[in-house]
């Protein structure tokens, strides 16, 4: 399985285990931090097939773009309809772009 696959693997787990966590505190922190891991976790997926995919630097270029305007997408929506804890929403969102870089740097060395 490639590194990218890994990483989002990873991020999936950590979101699942940060909202069992945090739902022994409070279900709407629960709530929020499923939020954060769709929210990143399906625009790095569509990062990590195209940049498996491709080779052409200014494809992954657009492929980067598109992952973070996805992000800011999906982010908007999640706000604008369910309206997430922000403690539980933005806790777990920090804590999946930390996966992403440290995720990166252990799984690729």
Not at 13 to 35: C, F, P, R
Not at 69 to 81: E, I, K, P, Q, R
């Amino acid at each position: 399985m490639p590194v990218s696959y890994r990483i989002v693997a990873l991020q999936v787990a950590t979101a699942l285990i940060a909202a069992a966590g945090l739902l022994m505190w409070n279900a709407a922190d629960a709530i929020g931090a499923l939020a954060a891991g769709v929210v990143c976790v399906i625009p790095n997926g569509y990062f990590a097939w195209r940049t498996n995919r491709e080779r052409s630097a200014s494809r992954m270029l657009a492929a980067g773009v598109v992952r973070l305007v996805g992000m800011l997408t999906l982010m908007t929506v999640v706000f604008a309809t369910i309206t997430p804890s922000p403690l539980g929403f933005f806790a777990t969102f920090v804590l999946l772009q930390i996966v992403h870089v440290a995720g990166g740097s252990r799984l690729a060395g």
